[in-house]
Every structure is written in C-alpha cells, then in structure tokens.
C-alpha cells in the first residue's frame, strides 16, 4: 500500500516577503487604527457612563483620564480617530475611480500621514483654545 | 462591466446578491457610515478634547446641551453600526474555522450592540436625568 504523505507545499507568500510600500503600510495602518479604536470605544463608553452615574464615578473617571497617561491615550486616539478618517477619504476617491496611478496613490498614501498628523495637532489646539 | 460581458445569470443578476449572500448591503452602510463619520468624528473629537480635566458640572453642562447630545448620539450610532461592519471583515479574513467565526461574528454584533447602548444611555441620562 502506498503511503500517502502530506506534501510540505508552499505556502503563498505573505507580508515578510514584500519590500514595504507607502500604501501597503497605510493600508495595514487602516486595519490596525480602525481595531484599536474598536477597543478603545470601552474607554469612550466608560467615561460617559461614569458621567452619566454621577459626580463621584466621574471625579474617578477623570483623576484617570485627566493623568498624563490618560491624556497620552486621548492623544493617540484621536491621531488613529484622524488617520482612519483620512485613510477612509482615500477609500473615496477610489471608489469613485480615481487614484490609481502608482505616483498617486503612492503621494496619497505618504500624505495621509502627514494630514492626519496636522489635523490631530489643529484639533488639540482649537479644542484648548475653545476652552 | 458591460453588461454583455457579464458572467451572472439572468436570475443571479435580479437578485443582485452574489457569494455573500447580502448583496451589496455590508459594502454600501460601510460608506454611508463613514461619509456621516467624516463629520460627527470632528464633532465628537472637539468635545471630549474640550471636556478633558473639567469639573463635573461643566462636563455635564456641554454633554447635556441639546445639540451635543443629538451630535453625540448619531456618532455614537453612526461609529457602532460602522465598526460592527470593519471588525466583521476582519475576523472573515483571519479566523477560519467556520464554528469559531460564526461565534466571533456574534460576538462582535453584541458588543457593538453593548457599547452602542452603553453611550446611548449615558447621553440620554445626562440630557434628562437631571
């Protein structure tokens, strides 16, 4: 009887095997934003919950949230908040066909970082201002 | 794309549904969410930067001004229904054993639903708890 062995095939290649590009990494910078700010909703929904309890959970809540790490949080939150925005504008512009050039979808790409950089800082300075 | 070149059957194509069975419907609210989240994320950023450290009153004051609320409100349903659909593609891409991804699938339905409900609450009883 022939033995039937399972055949070592190989596998299709995956990320370790491409030179990175601009819009592979903002490709994966859209996937990995977009699940940690699915996490980061808890935080969001516990602060307006402890808002919502009453003056002690919230003087709880924002002894946390008003710490240096806290604010570290807030900061990198919205930076993924904004990048994922504008990763989604892109998405946009490609589906109403446009943007497919390699050049352009390269600047797009390398852009998106520094936009979404821009408008976090803008942000951060208008809300203190409004303050 | 012209429709003479077209591989679908006449019955396939008045259905409109294709593999997934859903049609173009996960697609199409995944836009029209993110279009409505292009705004209410700029809104909702602003308020809770511009809470940040307040004092009770203060907080409660701004988060229960009307128009706020209504704001907070469609974000909160708007990113809900949004990052349902986003977490759905993911876990179709990675998880695939057919048991476990039905149940991360379901999972994923609750606690957007948990979290949806959570926020909603809060805002409603900061408007009218009192």
Redesign the interface.
Known sequence: MAETKPIARPLSPHLQIYRWSWTMAMSIAH?VT??A??AG??L??A???A??SG?GA??TA?AI??SFL??LV?FGY?FA??HH?VG??R??VW?MGHGYEPETRTNMAKYSVFVSAGLTIL??V???A?? | MSSNSSMRTPLGRVRGLGSAKSGTGHFWLQRVTAVANVFLTIVFLGVVISLFGKPYVAAVATLSHPLVAILMLLFTLSGAVHMRLGMQVVIEDYVHHEGLKILAVMANTFFAIAIGAACVFAILKLSFGG
């Open positions: 996937r977009g699940t700010l699915y909703t808890v969001i929904a602060w307006l919950v808002a919502a003056p919230y003087e924002q949230a008003g806290g604010r807030l919205s908040l904004l925005m989604g504008l998405h946009f589906d942000l951060w208008v809300a203190y409004m303050r």
